[in-house]
């Protein structure tokens, strides 16, 4: 059972326009969510986290919003640039097992920003 | 900077051969864990460490084992190499598992190939 979706695997955006990539969970003791970017034949890079006690979280062109009630959180990236143009992996952190907190990740979406 | 670090950038082995991926962090980071990235299926956690000697099994452990002698060390081992594990295998490291502080740093990935 997919705890973590991204239900678009791809998303094609115009250079300066609004980039927003969706993610939706289904565990409630998830408390902690983050965004990756990954460039091909590189490993995945932190890019932006929010915590459940908060609903936006700001930094720079990126802004991630949390929506408690519906399970859903979304990345809104603008203006977006060529160089965004990546696949986003969506994870949400809780418990896991005996007692430690892991990392759940979404399948990605590719995102192409035109230039 | 953490500085997650893996042996070979590509590797090809054949089917019945034992392989070992090596992974090492310069931050004294707790926690390291080994995922395998495949198309449309994301990240999925193979194995994590929480402490030296200690392990977990997390999604997909089969066919697979690690080993952790060292805290920044985190070995990934395929016992009898099959081509079903013929992917990206990506290591990486957190300093603490849960909420804040808990985002885990990639290493750039080893392509295996499995003939």
């Known amino acids: 059972d997919q705890q973590v979706k991204q239900n678009s695997p791809s998303l094609s955006v115009q250079e300066g326009r609004i980039s927003i990539l969706n993610c939706d969970y289904t565990n409630s003791m998830f408390d902690y969510f983050l965004w990756y970017k990954k460039y091909p034949a590189e490993g995945p890079t932190f890019l932006i986290s929010i915590s459940s006690i908060k609903d936006k979280n700001e930094d720079g062109r990126f802004t991630v919003f949390l929506n408690k009630s519906a399970k859903h959180l979304s990345l809104h990236i603008v203006p977006s640039q060529p160089g965004d143009s990546a696949v986003y992996f969506c994870?949400?952190?809780?418990?896991w097992g005996a007692g430690s907190y892991q990392l759940t990740f979404g399948k990605g979406t590719k995102l192409s920003v035109i230039p | 900077d953490v500085k997650v670090t893996q042996s070979s950038r590509y590797l090809v082995k054949r089917t019945g051969e034992k392989v070992f991926l090596e992974c090492v962090q310069d931050?004294?980071?707790?926690?390291m864990f080994w995922y395998r990235q495949d198309p449309g299926l994301g990240l999925r956690l193979i194995y994590f460490?929480?402490?030296?000697?200690?392990?977990e099994k997390g999604d997909i452990p089969e066919g697979y084992s690690v080993s952790r002698e060292k805290k920044e060390r985190f070995s990934l081992i395929l016992e009898s190499a099959s081509t079903n594990q013929t992917s990206m295998y990506l290591c990486a490291s957190s300093l603490t598992g849960a909420g804040p502080g808990n985002e885990q740093f990639f290493g750039p990935g080893t392509r295996l190939t499995v003939l």
């Open positions: 994870a949400a952190s809780g418990l």
């Open positions: 931050m004294d980071h707790e926690n």
């Open positions: 460490s929480y402490d030296v000697k200690m392990k």
